[in-house]
Nanobody, 128 residues
């Protein structure tokens, strides 16, 4: 079975930084589109940052552009989300995901193509 496990969440003050990690088992992340999604209470899950499997292009939702960076470490079979200049509005449960179909990062983040595997999520809280 494909499995993704997130880590690195926690409590951080506004303006602070945090790096989330997503470790994969049962498959190689190198062959998949990879994305980070988040869900706040009472809201739908939204795509935050995605990276395509072929061209390695990235897509970021407007609210995080310039602050968040998605990256891969194929040797460790791990994907990261570096989050800088965090805001209270970033508070949510963050999930990593893998997608074997499609070639466009934007299509993954917009969920136009089904997700193959989801992690369990890690809580990120931005508060003073």
């Amino acid at each position: 079975q494909l499995q993704l496990v997130e880590s690195g969440g926690g409590l951080v003050q506004p303006g602070g930084s945090l790096r989330l990690s997503c470790a994969a088992s049962g498959f190689s992340l190198d062959s998949y589109n990879i994305g980070w999604f988040r869900q706040a209470p009472g809201k739908e899950r939204e795509g935050v940052a995605c990276i395509s499997r072929i061209a390695r292009t990235t897509y970021y939702t407007d609210s995080v552009k310039g602050r968040f960076t998605i990256s891969r470490d194929n040797a460790k079979n791990t994907v990261y989300l570096q989050m800088n200049m965090l805001k209270p509005e970033d508070t949510a449960v963050y999930y990593c995901a893998a997608q074997g179909l499609g070639i466009h990062a934007q299509n993954m983040c917009s969920r136009r193509i089904p997700i193959d595997s989801w992690g369990q999520g890690t809580q990120v809280t931005v508060s003073s």
